[in-house]
């Protein structure tokens, strides 16, 4: 069975997109730093701290949870609660980093990312150890 689709952008319409060319290089502190390529900063993302800054509350939502009987209603609302606040942290999280790509590629014609560590050791199936794995203050 053969399928065939148009494009939906016809070749002679499509405009390349304008900008200049920008580079992004991922980190631990500074989640992402953008250069154009002589060199000059356009633009930096800082790390997250959306589950940082709700660390106590989801900490004291955890021993709610450790508290209430195994497989009672009680326990199972303390879990949603639980799982309702981790998912506030996922979104701000997401948020910020939905609204940084889109200005980036709104911005510049070409945008090319550095690969991290992490993803050369995802790459190679080898793993750093897992102290490294959680950036924190020192």
């Known amino acids: 069975m053969n399928f065939t689709r148009e494009a939906r952008i016809p070749g002679e319409r499509h405009v390349a997109p304008a900008g200049p060319v920008a580079g992004v290089d991922r980190g631990v502190t500074t989640a ?4 154009t390529a002589d060199g000059a900063l356009v633009a930096e993302l800082p790390a997250s701290r959306a589950l940082r800054d709700r ?31 981790h998912a506030r942290a996922v979104a701000v999280r997401a948020d910020a980093l939905h609204g940084f790509t889109a200005r980036l590629a709104h911005a ?31």
Request: aromatic share 2%; with cysteine; charged share 25%.
């Open 32 to 35: 992402a730093v953008v250069a």
């Open 55 to 85: 660390l106590r509350h989801v900490k004291h939502l955890q021993r709610a949870v450790s508290r209430t009987a195994k497989g009672s209603a009680n326990r199972r609302k303390a879990v949603e609660r639980l799982g309702r606040a």
């Open 108 to 138: 510049h014609g070409v945008v090319v990312i550095e690969a991290s560590p992490r993803q050369t050791c995802c790459a190679t199936g080898t793993w750093p150890p897992r102290s490294a794995t959680r950036a924190g203050p020192n």
